[in-house]
């Protein structure tokens, strides 16, 4: 059973870092798309990036330049460091995966960006 475990999320200043975790059981994440979405409030689930079996990283425009997506195959654990955040950014953040066409999502990690 494929099992997604977000932490890392929290408070933090306008400006500041972040690292978010994805911890993965069930399924290797070095051998499929992971990704990370956020929702906010009131708003729509949204792509933040992803990342291939191959390496390849993809980000939304929002994002680009300021957020990474990682992977540790050895720690079968899936990172996005946020930097330079925004008020914007507030949201609920969750890493998702699918496997034999079953999408599959973590509970979800708050961020809040504010001062």
């Known amino acids: 059973q494929v099992q997604l475990v977000e932490s890392g999320g929290g408070l933090v200043q306008p400006g500041g870092s972040l690292t978010l975790s994805c911890a993965a059981s069930?399924?290797?994440?070095?051998?499929?798309?992971m990704d990370w979405y956020r929702q906010a409030r009131g708003k729509e689930r949204e792509l933040v990036a992803a990342?291939?079996?191959?390496?390849?990283?993809t980000y939304a425009s929002s994002v680009r330049g300021r957020f990474t997506i990682s992977r540790d195959n050895t720690k079968n654990t899936v990172d996005l460091q946020m930097s330079s955040l925004k008020p914007e950014d507030t949201a609920v953040y969750y890493c998702?995966?699918?496997?034999w066409g079953i999408g599959y999502w973590g509970q979800g990690t708050q961020v809040t960006v504010s001062s």
């Open positions: 990342i291939t079996s191959g390496g390849d990283t």
């Open positions: 069930g399924i290797s994440v070095g051998v499929t798309v």
């Open positions: 998702h995966t699918s496997l």
